[in-house]
């Protein structure tokens, strides 16, 4: 059944669009100027018990610009947001009298907003408004439908879409959730990692495993989560998930029927959610100006090394008209491969002399070593590249966004190997 099509924009900016070339950057052009859409804005008002006359003005709508006090409505006291911070990290509490942070919410489609048997995308509803009031509590928060879709049907292209948006109305919020189908939830996280590079803002992608209007729901929890910490003081692209908040680019999912659905292997979760909010140390706070590149080259493979592997295959791949610009090769332990037989190492070093990037990853959780093995060092004799702890879920986008944004190899391969947003540990 298909997916309602995305939504067009209304109206180009007359504004630099924030993804203007920086004139110090070495880099290819950027993409063309984006086209703005102004966000829908939810007014998540729960009405004060007491009830105005009908001529009374305070009977407008209250502004969800400024918190309320610290009494709620049946007089019984409401504690403020506590957050226990790592070292030398900021407290995200808001104090009484202040703004509240805006949060600009982007939909994409995903099981929390499905309905239906067998469940398909649907409309964005006020439903959102009924079921978690208590949104109003944590952040002014406008929204925008973004596309519908299942996320087994989210690509590169929607990729550039959403860092397109983010880039769009960056200065007019504190921080982003973006709600998403969980099957293709951490290659989002890990594209969005790197192409919005210089982020000093919370990007906060969410989800569920049962929908919204379901019984034993996990969505209501997981959105409310994923909107308080896109408050707080966390400039990453996390993946927030049955009260833990990971890294985007070490996520993967782990578990389709399970509500904690999400692990990143090696990497402590960002922040834990109980009764207050444990923000870890190794949190990235970066330096360099927010500077997004929302290019990705969607001629990237990966092949999943297999006992009995016929290199033939591969070589068939490299012969076709339209042949993949880049591999991303799961290999065995550290980055085995066979040698003794049915070789692989004489079509990858085909493969390299074509021009076709070659990134060696583990079907395992650790760290590949080409230098380890003799049937690794096969691999990096003919011109492989490690990439190191990455998650294929890491390793396809980055892979992707390398090609698109250096057309020198030894650019791209120095590109591949740098630390760019964590996802190497």
């Known amino acids: 059944m298909s997916a309602p099509s995305e939504a067009p924009s209304t109206s180009p900016s007359t504004s630099t669009s924030p993804l203007s070339p920086n004139p110090s950057n070495a880099a290819p052009p950027r993409h063309p100027p984006l086209r703005r859409t102004p966000p829908t804005r939810l007014h998540l008002d729960i009405p004060p018990n007491d009830e105005p006359s009908k001529n009374d003005p305070s009977r407008a709508r209250p502004q969800p610009t400024t918190l309320r006090s610290h009494s709620d409505q049946a007089g019984i006291p409401r504690l403020p947001k506590r957050h226990n911070l790592g070292n030398g990290r900021r407290d995200c509490t808001q104090p009484l009298g202040v703004p509240m942070k805006r949060v600009l919410l982007l939909h994409t489609g995903g099981t929390l907003g499905m309905t239906g048997e067998p469940l398909e995308p649907n409309a964005y509803s006020q ?12 952040a002014e928060i406008d929204t925008e439908i ?4 299942d996320s087994s049907d989210i690509g590169p292209e929607h990729w550039t879409t959403l860092t397109d948006k983010i880039a769009e109305h960056y200065d007019d919020y504190d921080g982003f959730v973006i709600v998403h189908g969980t099957d293709t939830m951490a290659y989002s996280a890990s594209a969005l990692a790197y192409s919005l590079a210089g982020l000093d803002k919370p990007v906060v992608l969410t989800g569920a495993q049962r929908p919204l209007a379901a019984l034993r729901t996990d969505a209501r929890r997981n959105l409310a989560d994923a909107v308080e910490l896109a408050t707080c003081d966390i400039p990453e692209v996390g993946i927030c998930f049955d009260g833990l908040l990971l890294r985007g680019c070490c996520s993967t999912k782990s578990n389709a029927r399970d509500y904690r659905a ?9 922040a834990r959610l109980g009764v207050d909010i444990d923000v870890a140390d190794h949190v990235l706070h970066r330096n360099e100006p927010f500077a997004p590149d929302a290019r990705f080259d969607n001629h990237v493979l990966a092949v999943h090394m297999t006992p009995g592997f016929n290199p ?26 066979p040698t003794a037989k049915r070789s692989l190492a004489p079509t990858v070093e085909k493969a390299v002399g074509l021009g076709i990037e070659v990134l060696v990853i583990t079907q395992a959780y650790g760290l590949v070593d080409l230098s380890l093995y003799q049937n690794s060092r096969k691999l990096a004799e003919v011109g492989a590249v490690s990439g190191g702890r990455m998650t294929v879920e890491a390793a396809v986008p980055k892979l992707m966004h390398a090609l698109a944004i250096y057309d020198d190899a030894e650019a791209r391969r120095a590109y591949l190997q740098r630390n760019v947003a964590g996802e190497l540990g």
């Open 146 to 149: 973004v596309f519908n879709l």
């Open 312 to 337: 033939r295959l591969f070589e068939l791949m490299l012969e076709a008209e339209d042949h993949p610009h880049g591999i991303v090769l799961a290999a065995f332990g550290a980055g085995t491969v």
């Open 127 to 138: 439903a959102l408004t009924d079921a978690v009031p208590e949104l109003n509590e944590l």
């Open 262 to 270: 999400f692990d990143s292997p090696g990497i402590s979760p960002l």
